[in-house]
T-cell receptor
């Protein structure tokens, strides 16, 4: 069974631009969560989607948004990029709902903002 | 607000030693606790999952325990090997809000 895939793996953007990251969960998984990982702040929860609905949201500004499609694939968008947005963005999938929330992570997208 | 703390931040041991990694949390209303390992620059690999109703889980040389009353979880690694060198993170999923909170991790180095 294929694991969680994230594209692109590496991205370099300029301050003020916007970026879209993609996550394809494990087949059959309906929950997708996004995290930001930086050396200073560690792993921080961004948001979680289940069956195309955002269920939970972390403490990030509105520049960070996401969505989930009917096939459970998810995208995350960051608008008006700032230097501090440079980080490893990780996506995790789980079955979700009554099936449980054991998380499986993708390899991440390394975003560098210059 | 759930806070998760992992001590120590770094640990260096000789090969073959048994070791314990600690994870403490402030809110006992957890849904589950999951232990991961992360190699430099990579994603997280799931090691063990303990549901709120469980006390421990075992997989090979790894054993994780959960004590909600004391707000602690431990990851026991038996007969450590150089390949175990990585950062180990614990994560709590909140039973109420459904959010996951991660500790900052323990970076383990196993010397041959």
């Amino acid at each position: 069974k294929a694991g969680v895939t994230q594209t692109p793996r590496y991205l370099i953007k300029t301050r003020g631009q916007q970026v879209t990251l993609s996550c394809s969960p494990i087949s059959g998984h309906r929950s997708v969560s996004w995290y930001q990982q930086t050396p200073g702040q560690g792993l921080q929860f961004l948001f979680e989607y289940f069956s195309e609905t955002q269920r939970n949201k972390g403490n990030f500004p509105g520049r960070f948004s996401g969505r989930q499609f009917s096939n459970s694939r998810s995208e995350m968008n960051v608008s008006t990029l700032e230097l501090g947005d440079s980080a490893l963005y990780l996506c995790a999938s789980s079955l979700g709902g009554l099936a449980g929330y054991e998380q499986y992570f993708g390899p991440g997208t390394r975003l560098t903002v210059t | 607000k759930q806070e998760v703390t992992q001590i120590p931040a770094a640990l260096s041991v000789p090969e073959g030693e048994n070791l314990v990694l600690n994870c403490s949390f402030t809110d006992s209303a957890i849904y589950n606790l999951q232990w991961f390992r992360q190699d430099p620059g990579k994603g997280l690999t799931s090691l063990l999952l303990i549901q709120s109703s469980q006390r421990e889980q075992t997989s090979g040389r790894l054993n994780a325990s959960l004590d909600k009353s004391s707000g602690r979880s431990t990851l026991y690694i038996a007969a450590s090997q150089p390949g175990d060198s990585a950062t180990y993170l614990c994560a709590m999923r909140d039973a109420n809000a459904g959010k996951s909170t991660f500790g900052d991790g323990t970076t383990l180095t196993v010397k041959p």
